[in-house]
């Protein structure tokens, strides 16, 4: 055997090795939302000129703006009554603009992508890149896009041409979908069709035209040609980092969280999660979580972690405060609370397919580094 042959086989084993450990994080990394930058605050965002037919209604959080740049002006302007403040051709409508190009192609380039049917409506999709052999996208009836319980999932649609709305159609968020993780960069131009509801932020190269009656949850951003708007509600609202939810259960308990992980509360219990990690009550117990995570078990314990630390107070009669590390013990029974980071195994997202990958990689090095001591040994 020669000496390119013994060398092939264990750099072979090496190099599966590497891929076991890296393409994992690769093929499995989430989609980033796209940067808006200053265009973040408008609703409406023009090439050439903005026209509008009817009372039109134009506002949100976020921004109620409406900018044009170059172009100068906006016909039917009185009928239109909007939150946030006009600019033509002026410095901000120019940065905003500088702003959309960058958006735009930030959403022309994402991949991977994943080609579907042009016909959009009557399909449930979850998130990722999406574009079609025909280079257009229309939606007639009702498209659903799933997040499966992310707020933060993201979904792309690219078009090399158009994408046009049917009258009537609407796009139907489900399981936690956010409109402001929709966006959707048109190759040419868009056009949403009579009462129609679409959802997203809509970047065309070209134009875009909102039929009479079509209402819009997010933007309509042109980059070269006109906004038509006809009796339209365009809606720019807020996207916060993380969603507040409020679930009732069994005997009237209602459970809150403001700003932070999941909340669980059963029969009895009342539960209040301000800043952070999971909290869970049961029967009879109050627990107040600031930042970290809580857990009060049955009649009359109190639970208040102030920081970072996971606290659990068991039985009856304790009362335990921490910020980092305690032990409590109530009658009959031992309580443990751990600070985060202290003999826990990190997630990492996937943790069985990364823990098997990494000893299938493990394996594979020892069996290179086995067959080369071989190859060593006096024959």
Known sequence: ???????????????????????????????????????????????????????????????????????????????????????????????????????????????????????????????????????????????????????????????????????????????????????WKVGSSATLGTGSHFVGHLFALTSIAAQTGATVQGQLLARNGAVTLDTNTITNGLCATVATSTTTTLDGTTSTTLDGGPTTTTPGGTSTTLDGGPTTTTPGGTSTTLGGATSTTLGGATSTTLGGGTTTTSLSGGTTTTGATTTTTAPSDTTTTTAPGRGQFPFTGLPLANVFLAGAALVLTGVAGRWVFSQKLPR
């Open 1 to 183: 055997m020669s000496t390119h042959t013994n060398l092939r086989v264990p750099l072979l084993l090496l190099l599966v090795s590497f891929a076991f450990l890296v393409l994992p994080g690769v093929a499995f990394a989430a989609q980033p939302p796209v940067d808006l930058g200053t265009t973040e605050s408008f609703a409406i965002l023009a090439g050439s000129t903005i026209t509008n037919t009817g009372s039109t209604i134009i506002s949100g959080d976020a921004g109620g703006n409406v900018g044009l740049y170059p172009g100068t002006a906006f016909p039917g302007q009185a009928s239109v009554t909007l939150s946030g403040e006009v600019h033509l051709a002026d410095a901000v409508a120019q940065v905003a603009k500088d702003d959309l190009v960058t958006a735009y192609n930030d959403a022309a380039g994402r991949t991977p992508v994943t080609t579907i049917p042009t016909e959009l409506g009557g399909q449930t999709l979850t998130p990722g890149v999406y574009d079609s052999a025909s280079g257009t996208f229309q939606i007639t009836g009702t498209l659903t896009l799933d997040a499966q319980g992310d707020p933060d999932a993201v979904f792309v649609f690219q078009t090399a041409s158009t994408l046009i709305t049917a009258s009537n159609s609407t796009v139907n968020l489900l399981n936690e979908a956010r409109y402001c993780r929709i966006f």
